[in-house]
């Protein structure tokens, strides 16, 4: 991810060798689908490296790089077929419920007595996951790598300070020359053992060794981390309430004043666990609060198989209903002037409510010209609105479930808007002067 366009020379030196080796390399144009890296945008969204908006419509698969190559090329194929643009996934091996099969590789060698050697890391498993780093590029995909996190019967969560910080540099210094990679430090870290002060170290680690500063976050169980913190460059966050989740959106913008990523917000299936059970059109519903709330979701998928191949885990196949409306709801984000939305009938004032959010596009020089109402579950047959008594607006309305939009007229003034009365419904008014 070089800088400029023209001829750059360098020099290496080391300690593993005589005297010193030098080179050079000419960097050419971008080609064609490389943005460069993602960086934060306008405070609450993102944007590529060339300014080419970023719409961040993410996944999880933790483990999914630890499995078999045929999962790994099924996952693959999976992604290549839906709008997914940003996955999660450990570069540790997890163990955890339906994940408790052993990994092809480990992240360090062994002892002739069995035990871990800590001080040698096997190349072969950081080259694996480089590979899938490289595949995820080519296809447009953001690697959000995760660290650090507790799921583990191998004692790589409880190594020593020195241990985790030899292997974070090294991660950081294979894995920062993909324009693809974030870093998560941890995946729930507040039920890991590490103290603030560890994660502040390995924070300190990140900004210094990492030339090009990817983006960094860190996420939580039941805690948020402080995401004010200056290293933090976007929330990655976990519900933590039982009832209401990308509903909060809001006050999480306000709270950081950085980019929300709800990257755990309860998964699309049908497991025991009260995290992995909604079905597929609560979790579109969630999708459109969040985007509308000026939000970035992420999803995941828990439906039992016999083989427990299950997304979420292993990666594989999607078997639920809601990744193909992501790809309607990734239209309509494209779509939307500027860069990004923001929820324009919330206030620090007003608490936040299971209400239809109306959005507008965060940057004010389409303030008044584009609008979205979005009304979730509730089913009202008609809208009324009024936003001004001289701008003529082109209304369309959007089935978010059905994936249609239906031309509601030209109108300005005071107009109200037939609704089929069904849920899911948003009515969307674009200014005819638009441009």
Excluded at 78 to 95: A, D, E, S
Aim: glycine residues 6%; negative net charge.
């Amino acid at each position: 991810m070089p800088s400029f366009e023209e001829e750059y020379s360098f020099r290496l030196t080391s300690n593993f060798t005589e005297g010193e080796q030098t080179g050079s390399f000419t960097v050419t144009p971008a080609a064609p689908g490389n943005h460069g890296p993602v960086r934060v945008c306008g405070t609450y969204h993102f944007a590529y490296e060339d300014a080419t908006p970023y719409y961040s419509i993410g996944t999880t698969c933790y483990a999914w790089t630890h499995q078999p190559q045929e999962i790994q090329a099924k996952t693959l194929e999976t992604l290549k077929n839906n709008v997914f643009n940003k996955i999660r996934f450990c570069i540790f091996p997890k163990h955890y419920v339906y994940n408790e099969n052993e990994p092809i590789t480990y992240p360090f060698e062994k002892k002739a007595d069995g035990s871990w050697d800590f001080t040698r890391l096997n190349p072969e498993h950081f080259r694996l996951i480089e590979n899938k780093i490289s595949d995820l590029r080519d296809m447009g995909i953001e690697a959000d790598l995760i660290l650090f996190h507790p799921y583990d019967r191998w004692e790589f969560s409880k190594m020593d300070p020195e241990t985790d910080d030899f292997y974070l540099r090294y991660v950081i210094a294979r894995y920062a020359a993909y324009r693809n990679v974030w870093w998560s430090l941890a995946n729930e870290y507040d039920i890991m053992t590490k103290t603030t002060a560890d994660w502040e170290r390995f924070a300190a680690i990140l900004c210094r060794e990492d030339p090009v500063s990817h983006l960094r976050s860190i996420h939580n169980c039941i805690h948020f981390y402080d995401h004010s913190r200056p290293w933090v460059t976007h929330a990655s966050v976990q519900r933590t309430d039982n009832f209401k989740t990308t509903e909060y959106t809001d006050e999480w913008r306000r709270r950081w004043n950085k980019p929300v990523v709800i990257d755990e917000m309860v998964y699309e299936g049908n497991l025991d666990k009260d995290w992995g059970n909604i079905t597929g059109e609560e979790t579109v519903r969630r999708f459109w609060e969040a985007v509308l709330r000026g939000g970035y979701p992420g999803h995941g998928e828990t439906y039992l198989d016999p083989d427990d191949v299950i997304w979420w885990a292993k990666g594989g196949e999607l078997h639920g209903s809601s990744p193909e409306r992501f790809k309607f709801l990734y239209k309509i984000l494209c779509e939307t002037p500027g860069h990004g939305l923001t929820a324009g009938n919330n206030s620090p004032f007003m608490p936040i409510s299971f209400r239809s959010v109306k959005a507008e596009p965060e940057d004010r020089r389409y303030k008044g010209k584009y609008f979205i109402y979005y009304y979730g579950f509730t089913q009202p047959a008609f809208a009324s609105f009024h936003i001004d008594d001289e701008t003529e607006f082109q209304v369309e309305i959007l089935d978010t479930w059905n994936m249609t939009i239906t031309d509601g007229g030209v109108h300005k003034g005071a107009f109200r808007i037939e609704l089929p009365g069904r849920q899911y419904m948003a009515v969307r008014l674009k200014a005819t002067d638009l441009k």
